[in-house]
């Protein structure tokens, strides 16, 4: 069977429930290995990644935890953040962290795992296209760009949409 008669794979998009807290913690860290490679980030002493607050995405509003899954395997996550902007219904949406695993990257999962976050959060996108770049992964801005055409823009003047690192896809 060649590339092209390969059954596409089935990606689901979950909303993580509390109960999956920890092993949306578990990928962050496969998540912060993976990001050695482009920023400065070391161990603790316990062998493990700075922690990182994932409550916020089960306390506060407008925030989404999301698990990838292809063919009913774990593949990824992406944590989603809503920012008001103006009205109390103009809502920008970040996708604030994105990562798939080294298994199912090159194969357009990520392409169309992004698609399918960017249809469930339809009006304004934001990413952080100059710290993708910065890493040399620039796949999610450009993705982005693809998906909505002329309509993409990138604020990098505003600070709440500039993160500490890139999306690994």
Not at 25 to 42: G, P
Not at 76 to 98: C, H, N, Q, T, Y
Not at 148 to 153: A, L, P
Request: one cysteine or more; charged letters at 25%.
């Amino acid at each position: 069977m060649n590339q092209s008669e390969k059954p596409q794979p089935n990606i689901e998009i979950i909303p993580a429930s509390l109960e999956q807290k920890a092993t949306l913690a578990n990928l962050f860290e496969l998540y912060s290995y993976d990001f050695c490679e482009f920023v400065d980030l070391e161990i603790g002493p316990d062998g493990r990644f700075r922690d990182v607050d994932l409550d916020i995405y089960w306390t506060e509003p407008a925030r989404y935890p999301l698990l990838v899954y292809v063919d009913t395997r774990l593949a990824g996550f992406a944590l989603i953040d809503g920012l008001p902007r103006g009205s109390p219904d103009a809502m920008v949406w970040d996708v604030a962290e994105f990562f798939i695993l080294r298994g199912y990257r090159r194969a357009g999962i990520g392409t169309e795992v992004a698609h399918q976050v960017w249809r469930r959060f339809p009006g304004a996108l934001a990413s952080s296209r100059d710290c993708f770049e910065r890493a040399g992964v620039s796949l999610l801005a450009s993705r982005n760009r693809e998906f909505c055409g002329t309509k993409h823009r990138c604020d990098a003047r505003d600070a709440r949409w500039q993160r500490q690192a890139p999306v690994l896809v």
